[in-house]
């Protein structure tokens, strides 16, 4: 019933842009934070971005200024819009979503999305 779909990564050269987009389920549950997480082979997986039910924000250092992350309630999607794209940056793209069953609250990931930032 819970699910969160995943899309928009590829190949980009450095300087280059990408949208990914995730998509939560509809169910009975409510949807809270959403966001974005990264990880490379071997490390720990890594917060990229997240975005709050009110719109409030919160970015990793090492992405502010270069990544927005958005959603749109009425169709439950969070967004992550990446410019200035770095080799650094390449990584699996995981989204979060927290759901709310009256007081129970639980988060949920997607697939996975590759991002790979190279000439």
């Known amino acids: 019933q819970v699910q969160l779909v995943e899309s928009g990564g590829g190949l980009v050269q450095p300087g280059g842009s990408l949208r990914l987009s995730c998509a939560a389920s509809r169910n009975k549950a409510s949807v809270t934070d959403m966001g974005w997480y990264r990880q490379t082979p071997g490390t720990q997986r890594e917060l990229v971005a997240v975005i709050g039910s009110d719109g409030g924000t919160n970015y990793a250092d090492a992405v502010k200024g270069r990544f927005t992350i958005s959603r749109d309630n009425l169709k439950r999607t969070v967004y992550l819009q990446m410019n200035s794209l770095k080799p650094e940056d390449t990584a699996v793209y995981y989204c979060?979503?927290?759901?709310?069953?009256?007081?129970?609250?639980?988060?949920?990931w997607g697939q996975g999305t590759q991002v790979t930032v190279s000439t």
């Open positions: 979060y979503a927290g759901f709310r069953w009256g007081k129970v609250d639980r988060d949920y």
